[in-house]
């Protein structure tokens, strides 16, 4: 996977004297006090999203102008591999990867198939990717990444999750929601977009900036109005209702409940308006940055340190339960005796071996019971007992009998005590 040398601004645009214009505190490198607990400097990381035509790709360039213009260039990601012009030059392209109509001709897809099983591909390699960004990452304050204009592809797909989640889990980052602002102006449609907006927020939980591009072509007040004010979108509503048809029906209605359900989303993010093409609007969208990045601080990462210690933990338990199920397996856990332990054979010697190996089940005291056939075999063994103790009766009587009437000979020179003579039966009995 190639790294491009460093990105450049190659396209000067005309509007760089009105951003630079702007420079206010935003231009002082945001990562000053940017940093993880150990204090080292980490880059923020702005993830542009947004329907096809939003702009992203745009306001990338603008947001790598105006970082150049301040002697702070970013660090760039394209992860969309169907752009066929990009206005800058990413340090990492996924393109330089993929070659997303190759995919479409190897594996008979679609466009859309296409993109989507390009980025696939790609994540498989994003540890490497996030690899370089991490290198970088003292170096640079910001790192920008421009996603593909098929937005489900990005935020619906396990690929999109997985970027996503890999890079917030390693550098505080943003994602920036690019709206069309002139698309945006009927009531309708502001919902539609509001409510992608939402689904997007609550699926990556991540600090969230609504910007609203476009506006040297339509400013964005009617839409900050309409997400302050309930009232106001809601005559905005009943407005356009009357334009089109006479008349309010359900969907109005339906909206105008939406609206009082996205008051809590609204609540929880920042908007601004911009224009890439001019670069209005910087100033405001670098503070909205800044402002994420410490809702990172505060609240994204300390809920991510939480799930790791909880995983850490989980991991731990688990490693403990499987060494405790290895031990009782290898019969060496503790109140265990090693190696013939606790297996003990039925009226068996000290210690017996456990002749079956390791099992719990050779250690049942039955082990060699069949479940079904208990009392057979238990008769079978009092048979072989009843045996014995016949057979040792009859030894200590041939005893007694040879001690009363026979003169110990000598046989062959072998004394009656030999082996055989124990029981008796070396030599004749007493007629
Ligand atoms: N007037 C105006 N036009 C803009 C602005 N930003 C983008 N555009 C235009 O909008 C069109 C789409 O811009 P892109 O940057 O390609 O949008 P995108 O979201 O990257 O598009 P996809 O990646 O294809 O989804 C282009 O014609 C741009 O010139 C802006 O701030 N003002
Ligand atoms: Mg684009």
Redesign the pocket.
């Known amino acids: 996977m190639a790294e491009a040398s460093s990105a450049s601004s190659p396209t000067a645009d005309k509007a760089t004297a009105s951003a630079a214009a702007e420079a206010g505190p935003s231009t002082t490198p945001v990562t000053q006090d940017a940093g993880s607990a150990e204090g080292k400097k980490q880059p923020v990381v702005v993830i542009?999203i947004?329907?096809?035509?939003?702009?992203?790709?745009?306001?990338?360039?603008?947001l790598n102008s105006h970082l150049h213009s301040k002697n702070t260039p970013p660090y760039i990601l394209n992860l969309?591999p169907?752009?066929s012009h990009m206005?800058y030059s990413a340090n990492i392209d996924i393109r330089d990867t993929v070659d997303y109509k190759e995919v479409m001709k190897q594996y008979n897809l679609g466009p859309n198939g296409g993109i989507l099983t390009a980025l696939n591909l790609f994540t498989t390699k994003f540890d490497q990717v996030l690899g370089y960004v991490e290198k970088r990452a003292e170096d640079v304050d910001y790192v920008l990444v421009?996603?593909?204009?098929?937005?489900e592809i990005f935020t619906w797909s396990a690929s999109g999750s997985i970027i996503t989640d890999a890079i917030a889990s390693s550098l505080p980052t943003v994602v920036a929601y690019?709206v069309?602002t002139?698309r945006t102006t009927a009531p309708a449609t502001f919902m539609s977009n509001m409510l992608y907006a939402c689904s997007i927020l609550y699926k990556t939980r991540l600090p969230f900036i609504i910007v609203f591009?476009?506006?040297?072509?339509q400013p964005h007040d009617f839409a900050l109005e309409w997400m302050q004010d309930f009232e106001a979108y809601q005559a905005a509503l009943n407005d356009s209702a009357r334009n089109e048809s006479g008349e309010s029906g359900y969907m109005n209605s339906l909206m105008g409940s939406m609206c009082l359900v996205l008051e809590e989303f609204y609540n929880n993010l920042r908007a601004v308006g911009?224009?890439?093409?001019?670069g209005?609007g910087m100033r405001a969208f670098f503070d909205a940055v800044e402002e994420a990045r410490r809702e990172y601080e505060t609240d994204y990462r300390p809920e991510l340190d939480r799930l790791a210690a909880e995983k850490a933990a989980q991991t731990e338990a688990d490693k403990k339960a499987q060494l405790e199920r290895l031990m009782r397996d290898m019969n060496m856990s503790e109140g265990g005796s090693g190696a013939g332990g606790p297996s003990r054979r039925r009226g068996g010697g000290a210690g017996g071996d456990n002749p079956f190996g390791p099992h719990p089940r050779n250690e049942r005291e039955d082990r060699y019971l069949d479940d079904e056939g208990d009392d057979e075999i238990d008769e079978e063994e009092q048979d072989a007992i009843r045996r014995q103790q016949e057979e040792e009766e009859e030894a200590a009587g041939a005893e007694e009998l040879g001690r009363l009437d026979v003169e110990e000979p000598e046989i062959g020179g072998m004394p009656r005590s030999g082996p055989q003579g124990e029981r008796g039966q070396a030599w004749p009995r007493p007629m």
Not at 146 to 151: A, E, L, R, S, V
């Open positions: 542009c947004g329907m096809a035509g939003s702009g992203k790709t745009t306001l990338m360039q603008r969309d169907a752009v206005p421009d996603t593909p204009g098929q937005i690019i069309d002139p591009n476009k506006t040297d072509v911009v224009s890439a093409m001019t209005e």
